[in-house]
């Protein structure tokens, strides 16, 4: 028999980790595993499948007649032979792609009375393990939960003066509101998530999991949307020039809140499409499979790295407008054009270094640790600088809080004064 034979023979009674043979683990001969090529051979270094061939291979060789169930491999445990008829019982794996499980209970799975293993193992006593959270996860949910609240608090006030102060209502400012609201709305669905996850683990539903995520997504985008809605309106009025009354808002919010609805839609229709072509996992994968990162995730991941592109070459365009042709105006509209500039030209790296630190992060060692709490960080403190830099340091909104102050102080003073003059009376 040549190599290629036996290999080939080999495929056909061995199934691999990765599920592509049909028939599991049964009798192999183990004077032939050195004749497997190479990349077949390193699926089974040092894995459980390949105890598994060894003692199937171990059963062979002895003479004894066995008419029950042989030893057999279903991808997760290795199953002892069995009388027929009767059902093999082994402990819960420990761990399995990276979730722990109880130790304690039990696998089973049935040995028909032909000899022949039901192609069904029974591990739905097999249930996660809620281990204490290491330090690090502790040290980020802090960070989160502290940035995310200040965030809430700061983006809430800004939402207020905008709407408060009839002096700041026009069409700029109320693309800023819009943006702290995408803001607002993300920092409300981490907060909820994050409590969730602390408090019930993993077993929140499906149905409300896919619920988060979807949000989660939508939020995300309709954040960075919103910022090249600003980009875009900058654009406009200092390169093209257009005045403030012929851009209409309608157009705005199709693109801040339209456009991230239909990458999402798109996104959780491919997942479904994705998730549903895998099978039935039953209890040994994590319940909420749509938080997989997957190529699917791609479809709203290319959307904002398309936007912070496209809002780079507006800054461009635009800083370089504000440099050659107007460097020499100075009225009150170019100065705001110029403080436009300047937010637009701190926020962009901002978010772009911050979706970097979420899409590169390294999965392990002290780096990761690092990198945890860096984009801990910068993920919950974004809304607080989107509304530092379009609000509170804005000179209009001074301009208008100081005002205000100084309307109260006059009236308090005045009220203050006819109580003292009906006092003396």
């Known amino acids: 028999m040549s190599s290629s034979e036996r290999t080939s023979q080999h495929r056909e009674r061995v199934a691999l980790g990765n599920g592509s043979y049909k028939r599991l683990v049964s009798v192999a001969d183990y004077d032939e595993l050195s004749s497997f090529p190479p990349e077949l051979f390193g699926a089974f270094e040092n894995s459980t499948e390949l105890e598994c061939l060894l003692r199937a291979h171990q059963d062979a060789q002895s003479e004894t007649l066995f008419d029950g169930c042989p030893v057999d491999f279903d991808r997760v445990l290795c199953w002892p032979k069995t009388d027929p008829g009767t059902w093999a019982v082994l402990p819960c794996f420990e761990e399995f792609k990276g979730v722990h499980y109880d130790v304690t209970k039990n696998a089973t799975r049935y040995c028909h009375p032909n000899g022949r293993w039901d192609n069904y193992s029974h591990y739905a006593a097999c249930h996660h393990v809620n281990e204490p959270p290491p330090d690090i996860v502790e040290i980020s949910s802090i960070i989160y939960y502290t ?28 693309i800023h509101a819009n943006l702290f609201i995408t803001y607002i709305l993300s920092a409300l669905l981490w907060i909820i998530i994050l409590t969730l996850q602390l408090s019930t683990g993993n077993s929140t539903g499906m149905t409300s999991c896919v619920i988060f995520v979807t949000l989660l997504h939508y939020f995300t985008l309709t954040n960075f949307f919103w910022m090249l809605v600003e980009g875009l309106y900058l654009y406009m009025l200092v390169v093209e020039t257009f005045s403030g009354d012929n851009l209409r808002f309608n ?117 990761s640790d690092i990198f945890a709490i860096a984009r801990a960080l910068l993920l919950s403190t974004q809304g607080l600088s989107v509304s530092l830099f379009y609000c509170f340091l804005n000179s209009e909104v001074r301009l208008a809080l100081r005002h205000r102050l100084e309307r109260w102080r006059d009236e308090r003073n005045i009220r203050l004064g006819q109580v003292r003059q009906r006092s003396r009376r």
């Open 251 to 367: 157009m705005y919010a199709a693109i801040g809140w339209g456009g991230p609805a239909i990458f999402v839609m798109l996104w959780a229709i491919a997942k479904g499409i994705t998730l549903s072509g895998q099978g039935k996992t039953d209890t040994l994968e994590i319940e909420c499979s749509w938080m997989r990162e997957s190529v699917v995730d791609w479809i709203f991941q290319g959307p904002v790295c398309a936007v912070l592109i496209i809002n780079l070459v507006f800054l461009i365009r635009i800083m370089w407008v504000l440099i050659t042709k107007l460097r020499s105006a100075n009225t009150v509209e170019t100065r705001q054009y110029r403080k436009a500039s300047k937010a637009l030209l701190v926020l962009i790296p901002l978010l772009g270094i911050t979706y970097l630190v979420v899409l590169a992060a390294p999965a392990e060692g002290v780096v």
């Open 147 to 174: 940035g995310y609240i200040i965030s809430l608090v700061a983006l809430s006030l800004a939402v207020i003066v905008f709407v408060y102060f009839k002096d700041l209502r026009c069409l700029r400012n109320t």
